[in-house]
């Protein structure tokens, strides 16, 4: 039995007959238990879409998946949303408006059927470093990285051994960033988690992962290390593009069509 | 500033009743401020008053005739407003009347919406067929003209304020199924419904506590705007005699009565007419105000 | 002589417990070049560049000791006036394509209509001036450009048509307020490059609003740090990375780098002083 997550042959796909879209062509993927993977790639690369198959939100994809050994199906149990949560891009959208941060954990505890709430809705502030003041708040109250922490909190609370990473950082300001990123390496070394993680920042994605997977119009590309991708050691012509352009802007004369 | 205004601005509230005082206080510090709205709230505030306190402020019983009185005109002694062609005084008519408008829009308000919001948001979120046939089913409701059919209704079981207020609400019902599915469509696919699916909650669960309370806001506003429509449904039915019964102080039923004698006598069915009036402009005005208010599209309660 | 300057802008927003003073006395210069305006969100960065255009709505309110193009008081024109000046002088380029063009008319149309209220012209010529400014935003295929509507086109290309529409007047200055931050890394370099070509070749000036440091670091020639409402350090853009201010150290150190691992990335701790702090200048 492996732990972590094994993906095999993933194909993932939006609408029926013609207006059928896909978005993940035969992706295989692998996670291991305790290591830290991140997804690169640009937007309709289909990075984020593996995720939401994989945590069951997107339910039209065909392949093998399965989280500690166990192979999911077309439906997830509780015990899964135990063991694998997610953090989404857009702080402002991943909270619901009319909820206080002390409804959202504890619906979340008691939907996880937990005990003792008061205690680990304090603890959960705490470990994310909000502190109690913050129980009471709504979402408007709260700044792009409080909520953001709000999130982590709320994916944390169920105690789960893998967290998917949808861009965590990339609504935020990069003094923010810098504080979401060192929570996360922190809560990664407190509580032995696994992450996945989508980016299209490459060096926010080196900074938190040990290897790398570069997507392309739902295919991927190549699987490095994170020393390689450091010394620009990229064996496929896009990723040595996106390492070009993460470094800035190079004044050329040349000019790509579209 | 008192205690209690620094306890309801306090930044970090210290318990679940204080977060919410406080959003009730920080709402109505934003409705304030719209002096319109505020004006309706209040003639509706006032009318629920001379409605609980209906006995104590008419002058004279509602059903008793004199018909020595007859159509007394405006300002008479003891009868300020005249009184009818039974010789009924008109004050105390409408006093008691407003205790049966309250009653039609009470009901009407209960059970409308609450139909609409089940049907929208279960159509909503579930989606595929279950959408399909709730929708068509609404479409069918949405087709017939409302006052023909809740005439229909009527016919079926019988005049009577009951039944006239189960008609309005039964036409009334497909407007906010609509919204409410048109609002739920656009929530579903919102983080939020996605993050708690990931905390393994059921449909049941994400329609009732997270979709239900996002509908309700565009719902109440709807409902006050459509109040002044309801109130005129009402005594519509009253007028063609389907509503409430003869004797009856029903404003539209009294416009009725009232209608016989119109060019001699105007103000028996002018001044129910009035009364119909401020209520309808006084929901609209108050419908208004919650629109800016609650409307998360437009900017809102931060 | 400087295209465009401005001393002590201030823009204010009456809110129910006072005015919130957004953007707090920002005085700068710009000639013929690329000026860029970094800051976090909420640093006034965006305002800035919607007040010279006097885009700020009430109950929002706009003050400076001196705003003007050329010879210009831009503070002192009426609206008609300013409406001219919009789009003619002064051009804007937004963050999203997606909102800035009309969904329902072809991409065509709404470029010739921007070219339409500069000049007259009949149509034809219209056509060929709208044809040859997508060709020279790098448009491969204009004809069938020319006919799409918005929907039709990737966020990329978007961009690039609302930069045609923003030249096609040939204005004296553009400002683009995050113009690439919607768009994916290899897009963005397309779009800098032509922002960049056109700039250069007409003689332009930019001012490029971004929070994106390193961009700006290697896509502009000087640099405003602003924060909290004022420019707190003013540098050239290639001496960025050996900037004085603390804060703009601070921003600078909390980015993650792929070229230089770190185990912990340092967090900004802001400093209050920094809001008073009178402009260190560099350059």
Redesign the interface.
């Known amino acids: 039995m492996t732990q972590g997550i094994v993906i095999e042959g993933l194909n993932v796909w939006f609408g029926e007959h013609a207006d059928r879209v896909q978005a993940v062509r035969d992706v295989s993927l692998q996670v291991a238990a305790g290591t830290s993977v991140g997804l690169v790639g640009?937007?309709g690369s289909g990075k984020s879409t593996i995720l939401r198959a994989l945590?069951?939100?997107v339910s039209s994809w065909s392949g093998h998946m399965e989280v500690d050994g166990e192979t999911l199906g077309k439906r997830?149990s509780?015990a899964f949303?135990n063991k694998v949560?997610?953090v989404?891009?857009?702080p402002y959208?991943?909270?619901?408006?009319?909820?206080?941060v002390?409804q959202v954990l504890s619906?979340?505890l008691a939907?996880?059927k937990l005990r003792d709430v008061d205690r680990r809705i304090v603890s959960l502030l705490d470990d994310v470093g909000l502190g109690r003041?913050?129980r009471?708040?709504?979402p408007?109250?709260l700044s792009?990285g409080q909520r953001q922490r709000v999130?982590i909190a709320?994916a944390l609370?169920?105690e789960p051994s893998i967290l998917l990473l949808d861009e965590p950082t990339s609504a935020l300001?990069?003094?923010?960033?810098?504080?979401i990123?060192?929570l996360l390496?922190d809560l990664r070394e407190q509580r032995q988690l696994t992450y996945l993680m989508v980016s299209?920042n490459?060096?926010?994605v080196?900074?938190l992962c040990e290897s790398i997977a570069v997507m392309q119009n739902g295919q991927l590309v190549e699987t490095l290390s994170?020393a390689d991708?450091?010394a620009m050691k990229a064996n496929e012509p896009y990723t040595q593009?996106?390492?070009k352009?993460?470094?800035?802007?190079?004044?050329?004369?040349?000019?790509?069509?579209? | 500033m008192s205690s209690l205004k620094l306890w309801l601005n306090s930044e970090s509230p210290e318990s679940r009743a204080q977060a919410r005082a406080a959003a009730i206080y920080h709402g109505w510090l934003e409705f304030k401020t719209n002096r319109l709205a505020l004006l309706g709230l209040l003639i509706l505030v006032l009318l629920v008053l001379i409605a609980i306190f209906a006995p104590w402020l008419s002058p004279h019983d509602p059903f008793e005739q004199s018909l020595g009185n007859r159509l007394l005109p405006l300002g008479t002694e003891g009868h300020v407003l005249g009184t009818d062609s039974l010789g009924r005084d008109i004050l105390s008519r409408l006093i008691y009347g407003s205790r049966i408008t309250l009653y039609i829009v009470g009901l009407v308000a209960l059970i409308a919406p609450i139909l609409g919001l089940f049907i929208g948001t279960v159509a909503g979120y579930i989606g595929g067929w279950t959408d399909t046939v709730l929708m068509r089913f609404t479409d069918i409701f949405l087709a017939f003209p409302r006052l023909v059919l809740a005439l229909a209704f009527v016919a079926a079981l019988g005049a009577g304020i009951e039944n006239a207020v189960l008609a309005i609400a039964l036409t009334a019902w497909p407007p906010y199924a609509r919204i409410a599915r048109a609002e739920t469509l656009s929530i579903r696919r919102s983080d939020y419904i996605s993050a708690v699916k990931l905390q393994g909650a059921g449909a049941l669960r994400i329609i009732t506590r997270h979709i239900w309370p996002l509908c309700i806001a565009s719902l109440v506003v709807r409902i006050t705007l459509d109040m002044a429509g309801i109130i005129l449904a009402a005594a519509g039915l009253g007028f063609l005699g389907l509503g409430a019964r003869p004797p009856s102080p029903e404003w539209g039923a009294m416009i009725a009565e009232g209608r016989r004698f119109i060019l001699d006598y105007w103000w028996v069915a002018t001044i129910p007419g009035i009364a119909i009036f401020i209520v309808s402009l006084a929901f609209n005005l108050l419908g208004d105000g919650l629109r800016d208010l609650l409307d998360p599209k437009s900017g809102g309660a931060s | 002589m400087n295209l465009l300057e401005v001393e002590n802008l201030k823009v204010s927003f009456p809110t129910r417990s006072g005015v919130f003073d957004a953007v707090r006395g920002v005085s700068f210069s710009l000639g013929q070049e690329r000026l860029g305006i970094v800051g976090e969100s909420g640093s006034g960065k965006s305002l800035t560049g919607r007040a010279i255009l006097r885009l700020i709505r009430p109950p929002g309110r706009v003050s400076a000791d001196r705003m003007a193009l050329g010879d210009e008081d831009l503070l002192a024109m009426s609206d008609k006036q300013m409406r001219a000046v919009r789009g003619q002088k002064i051009s804007m380029v937004m963050q999203d394509p997606k909102f800035s063009l009309n969904p329902v008319m072809t991409v065509g149309e709404q470029i010739m209509e921007a070219y339409a209220q500069s000049r007259r012209g009949n149509r034809r010529e219209r056509r060929q001036k709208t044809l040859e400014m997508l060709e020279a935003v790098a448009i491969r295929d204009p004809e069938r450009v020319f006919k799409a509507y918005p929907h039709e086109l990737s966020g990329g290309m978007g961009q690039r048509i609302m930069i045609a529409m923003m030249l096609i007047p040939n204005p004296g200055i553009l400002i683009a307020d995050e113009p690439t931050s919607a768009l994916d890394v290899t897009v963005q370099m397309q779009v800098l490059n032509i922002m960049d070509k056109l700039v250069s070749e007409r003689g332009m000036g930019l001012i490029f609003i971004s929070h994106d440091l390193n961009l700006v670091s290697s896509f502009c020639d000087r640099v405003l740090i602003m924060y909290a409402g004022r420019v707190v350090e003013s540098c050239r853009a290639d001496e960025l990375y050996q900037a004085k201010h603390p804060y703009t150290q601070g921003l600078l150190n909390s980015m993650p780098r792929l070229d230089v691992p770190s185990e912990r990335l340092s967090v900004l701790e802001r400093d209050p002083a920094w809001r008073t702090a009178e402009l260190d200048d560099a350059s």
């Open positions: 640009e937007s945590t069951g939100l997830r509780l949303y949560q997610m989404f891009q857009d959208a991943s909270l619901h408006p009319r909820h206080s002390d619906e979340t939907l996880h003041q913050f009471f708040r709504y408007h109250q792009g999130a709320r609370a169920a300001d990069v003094s923010v960033q810098a504080e990123l060192n390496s299209h490459l060096a926010v080196a900074h994170v991708l450091r593009q996106l390492l352009s993460s470094m800035g802007y190079v004044r050329s004369d040349e000019v790509a069509d579209g």
